[in-house]
């Protein structure tokens, strides 16, 4: 049995990923977390899927391990001209706590990482996923077509 809501690799809308991702890894964890998602369902996958995947799993599980009284998980994804930037912010200790590791996802995507102290407490980090190659742009929209 899969570990996901949908298989993730099959998934073109980053909303739908970051949520088959995200849900089961939220029921399985030992306190309450509400989950605040903003992200257009309409916003594709920015890289390739399963490693997008591994690279959410991977960040959600950190976050996850700062709150083990249980806290809120805000995910919110917005496409820039320097590509799509996915921030996973929490209620867990701050940002200078914490091992700032590079997940081997985000390397191998050529995705850059911004960690920082949120106002309301917690910590967040800024996954910047870079534009996609110019063949790679004229795949999605042959597709939208």
Known sequence: MSDYWIDPTKC??????????AGPLLIEHQAAICLELDINVELDVPAD???????IRSLVNQSLGEMSAGGDLTITAVETDQGVELEIADTGGDADGR????????????????????PQGGASVTVLFPPPKEDQQSVRRSKAA
């Open 99 to 118: 091992a700032q590791s590079r997940p081997m996802a985000a390397a191998a995507i050529g995705a850059s990482m911004q960690w920082q102290n949120c």
């Open 12 to 21: 073109e809308s980053l909303a739908v990923l970051v949520e088959s991702v």
């Open 49 to 55: 899927p399963a490693r997008t995947c591994d690279l």
